[in-house]
């Protein structure tokens, strides 16, 4: 079964400056999806990014960026020019390329932004 | 707005009772999902649904059931609820069995029972 591990349960920013989260997985499979979503205290779930494993080119959504490292097995998310409106819990997720569609969530990192 | 309606926002409720939360999918979704978000558990797949068919199941207890209708709204009913059930549930619809299509998110159903 597949895992994803976020080993920051809190992180905190200066606004405008830039923050890495960071999530590693364990899988044996060779093709799926990853994803980054955002809780902000409305308990939305907004999906931030994806990216797909075949690609080797790190996706980028406007300040929002990854480092996907596939033998590492790493995807982390980095956060440029940090806003008040990113405060919110972030978590990561899993899913197959096959079979169930369903996602796999890390335990989430609680995202502080400092004015 | 995400385009997924998840009613009531609220329920509180007595242990042994028994609710159900339903999920209304973005037009043309044809696939819902449920998770469960706990203090303790984090975010867990319960289970999916396709087209009116069970497709997949997580970790959904026994006293847990749920179905999609033909106009593909979807309900989860949990029984003989316990404290323990307290949670906030989610529903998440996607346009079907693509491999990682976005799968869009409710404002969830906060259950408290007490």
């Known amino acids: 079964a597949q895992t994803v591990t976020q080993s920051q349960p809190e992180m905190s920013v200066q606004e405008a400056e830039t923050v890495t989260l960071s999530c590693t997985y364990d899988?044996?499979?060779?093709?799926?999806?990853l994803f980054w979503y955002k809780q902000p205290p409305s308990r939305q779930m907004i999906l931030v990014i994806r990216q797909e494993a075949y690609k080797q080119q790190n996706a980028t959504e406007n300040r929002f960026s990854v480092n996907f490292q596939k033998a590492a097995k790493s995807f982390s998310l980095k956060i440029s020019d940090s806003q008040l409106g990113d405060a919110a819990m972030y978590f990561c997720a899993y899913r197959s390329a096959e079979g169930a569609q369903k996602l796999v969530f890390g335990q989430g990192t609680r995202l502080t932004i400092n004015p | 707005d995400s385009g997924v309606t998840q009613t009531p926002k609220h329920l509180i409720t007595a242990t042994g009772q028994r609710v159900t939360l339903r999920c209304s999918p973005r037009?043309?979704?044809?696939?819902v999902y449920w998770y469960q978000q706990s203090l303790d558990q984090g975010l867990q797949f319960l289970i999916q649904?396709?087209?009116?068919?069970?497709?997949a199941k997580g970790n959904i207890l026994e006293r847990f059931s749920a179905q999609q209708f033909p106009d593909l709204h979807s309900e989860l009913n949990l029984s003989s609820l316990e404290l323990g059930d307290s949670a906030l549930y989610f529903c998440a619809s996607s346009v079907g069995e693509v491999p990682g299509t976005e799968a869009f998110f409710g404002q969830g159903t906060r259950l408290t029972v007490v």
């Open positions: 037009s043309g979704d044809l696939s």
């Open positions: 649904y396709y087209n009116g068919e069970e497709r």
């Open positions: 899988t044996s499979e060779s093709d799926y999806y």
